[in-house]
């Protein structure tokens, strides 16, 4: 008896051992990919884009975990004009990160951007399905950006669904009243539209009265 409780002992402090040095081990890690990361920081600071880009690559590749990596890798390419750059980021992120609402919605933006629109609603989608099971302060742009997509490819009732969408997460969102107002000025809804532009207007989007004045007057 006094054997095993000897050797079950001696298991246990061997476990414990090897969980604080696995500990160690990922506390180093994570710090030279902060390393590499701030290294980028002091690249993109001068200038020098296509190094900060490495540098961040080279974050990632150590640490896929950590969000401000990609983001500083994006806006280094978005700093390069690296359209594509931006968008292969994006991808990495939701590959390494899939249960990250926001990666989603960055990809979309950039697939946007980029006019690739089908893709963008996709990715919106993910998204929002996404912050059921993380909530973000950032859902209503989920459906306002969603809604811009339909906008672009002229499917104006599903634009002013999604716009409808972000307002009931957040009413007063102004670009979600202008942007609807136009979907429903091209369907034909000249009241909706108006009484959209004057919402926008009272929360704060002032080229609303400009709409108002040529449209509604």
């Given at each position: 008896?006094?054997?095993?409780?000897?050797?079950?002992?001696?298991?246990?402090?061997?476990?414990?051992?090897?969980?604080?040095?696995?500990?160690?081990e990922e506390v180093i890690i994570n710090n030279e990919a902060n390393g590499i990361n701030n290294q980028g920081y002091e690249a993109m600071e001068q200038g020098d884009y296509e190094r900060a880009k490495e540098l961040f690559?080279?974050?990632?590749?150590?640490?896929?975990?950590?969000?401000i990596?990609?983001?500083?890798?994006?806006?280094?390419?978005?700093?390069?004009?690296?359209?594509?750059?931006?968008?292969?980021?994006?991808?990495?992120a939701k590959q390494n990160l899939p249960n990250n609402p926001t990666m989603f919605y960055y990809s979309g933006d950039a697939l946007q951007n980029a006019e690739r629109y089908e893709e963008a609603i996709r990715d919106y989608d993910?998204?929002?399905?996404?912050?059921?099971?993380?909530?973000?302060?950032?859902?209503?742009?989920?459906?306002?950006?969603?809604?811009?997509?339909?906008?672009?490819?002229?499917?104006?009732?599903?634009?002013?669904?999604?716009?409808?969408?972000?307002?009931?997460?957040?009413?007063?969102?102004?670009?979600?009243?202008?942007?609807?107002?136009?979907?429903?000025?091209?369907?034909?809804?000249?009241k909706g539209a108006c009484t959209d532009w004057q919402q926008a207007y009272d929360n704060g989007y002032e080229p609303a009265a400009s709409y108002q004045q040529k449209y509604c007057e």
């Amino acid at each position: 008896m006094h054997y095993f409780l000897s050797l079950l002992i001696t298991l246990l402090t061997s476990l414990a051992v090897y969980a604080q040095q696995n500990e160690e081990e990922e506390v180093i890690i994570n710090n030279e990919a902060n390393g590499i990361n701030n290294q980028g920081y002091e690249a993109m600071e001068q200038g020098d884009y296509e190094r900060a880009k490495e540098l961040f690559r080279q974050a990632i590749a150590i640490d896929s975990s950590a969000v401000i990596y990609y983001e500083n890798l994006a806006l280094a390419c978005q700093q390069s004009e690296d359209q594509a750059g931006v968008i292969q980021c994006y991808q990495l992120a939701k590959q390494n990160l899939p249960n990250n609402p926001t990666m989603f919605y960055y990809s979309g933006d950039a697939l946007q951007n980029a006019e690739r629109y089908e893709e963008a609603i996709r990715d919106y989608d993910q998204a929002i399905a996404l912050s059921n099971l993380e909530p973000t302060d950032l859902l209503h742009f989920f459906y306002f950006n969603r809604g811009n997509a339909y906008l672009k490819l002229k499917d104006f009732q599903t634009a002013v669904d999604n716009y409808g969408q972000a307002l009931e997460v957040f009413p007063q969102h102004a670009a979600s009243y202008a942007n609807r107002g136009m979907a429903r000025y091209n369907l034909k809804d000249k009241k909706g539209a108006c009484t959209d532009w004057q919402q926008a207007y009272d929360n704060g989007y002032e080229p609303a009265a400009s709409y108002q004045q040529k449209y509604c007057e």
